[in-house]
């Protein structure tokens, strides 16, 4: 899936012409211009994303850095119910924030990520509370519910540390996903819900991802097709391994939703899992819960690993903004 695309980040859908929005910062206009893939051409079949972990492990490394320098936190890295973490901690940690905690799951199609921070860091410097980053197992070596596992296995050591209204959990793109599911394990097995959740770039289920996953890539409109839908080798059918993805837990959309937590949903107007998103927001809306929905004009997938945009901070600052309301 690509798209004709000139070095003003026109974009060229046969004879309609989309330009890039003034409604988005010069930042942003200039991040939509580039085309990282230039003119090469595109596989045939999509590559799975764990063969490249060696090479996103250092682009990652390099946003940790990054994020490390916009947003001075300590880090320290540990293990937590037999579960290697990340203890993300602010300079200096207000009074009211003593005792709140949060819990990020890192994105990477299930498959890749480990020791990503770049979500974790910006949260823990501006909300001036303490984030515990999961390094929670990757498909395929193991496949579901081992992921699964390590975060209610994480949740269940921290619950015995703080109260639930004391921690929120929250990831992006397959984290998303996971805090989905995470939350109807811990209902299902009887503990206590946290205090909120974030759910960012990612939906309730993985067998259908919506109308805008027909028309953009994770990179917008251009890009490698790294998260296919229908090949055998994918992502997601690796983080399966078979299991049914209408599974409740695993399409967490479906499930008994009456005691969610107030959840927030970002997303982006080119983000392939714009769809994905709404609906699930729009199920917890159905189900009478608290819900909350922020759509970023022309952002693509998790855009705010770029961390250098306005429109990066602003997530951010929207959802340290949730967080604190929400945790006691």
């Known amino acids: 899936m690509s798209y004709p695309i000139d070095n003003k980040g026109t974009v060229r859908l046969g004879e309609v012409e989309v330009k890039v929005p003034t409604s988005v910062s010069p930042e942003a206009q200039a991040y939509l211009a580039s085309n990282p893939w230039g003119d090469a051409p595109m596989p045939d079949e999509p590559i799975p994303m764990w063969y490249t972990r060696e090479a996103t492990d250092v682009a990652f490394?390099?946003?940790?850095?990054?994020?490390?320098?916009?947003?001075?936190v300590n880090v320290e890295e540990t293990t937590i119910a037999?579960?290697?973490?990340?203890r993300i901690t602010p300079e200096t940690i207000p009074e009211e924030n003593r005792g709140r905690i949060l819990l990020n799951m890192h994105g990477g199609g299930f498959v890749i990520g480990s020791g990503c921070l770049v979500e974790a860091i910006p949260v823990a410097h501006l909300a001036q509370l303490e984030v515990i980053a999961i390094d929670y197992r990757l498909a395929p070596?193991?496949?579901?519910?081992?992921?699964?596992?390590?975060?209610?296995?994480?949740?269940?050591?921290?619950l015995e540390t703080h109260q639930a209204d004391q921690i929120g959990i929250y990831g992006n793109?397959?984290?998303?996903?996971?805090?989905?599911?995470a939350l109807v394990r811990i209902q299902q097995e009887g503990l206590q819900m946290p205090a909120c959740a974030g759910i960012l770039s990612a939906g309730g289920n993985l067998y259908d991802f919506g109308d805008s996953r027909q028309i953009f890539t994770l990179a917008g409109f251009y890009g490698s097709q790294s998260f296919p839908l229908d090949h055998e080798l994918s992502e997601v059918q690796a983080y399966l391994g078979g299991a049914d993805p209408h599974d409740p837990v695993l399409a967490p959309e479906s499930a008994d939703l009456a005691d969610f937590p107030p959840s927030l949903f970002i997303t982006g107007t080119r983000d392939a899992l714009l769809s994905a998103t709404s609906n699930f927001h729009r199920a917890l809306l159905r189900a009478g819960r608290d819900a909350e929905l922020v759509v970023f004009d022309a952002m693509p997938h998790g855009h705010f690993y770029a961390l250098h945009l306005p429109e990066s901070r602003e997530t951010y600052d929207v959802m340290v903004k949730f967080f604190l309301e929400k945790l006691q």
């Open 61 to 72: 490394e390099g946003l940790n850095a990054m994020a490390q320098q916009m947003y001075p």
């Open 82 to 86: 037999g579960v290697r973490c990340h």
């Open 141 to 158: 070596e193991h496949p579901y519910p081992a992921a699964l596992d390590d975060i209610v296995g994480v949740y269940r050591a921290v």
């Open 173 to 181: 793109s397959a984290g998303g996903f996971l805090t989905g599911q």
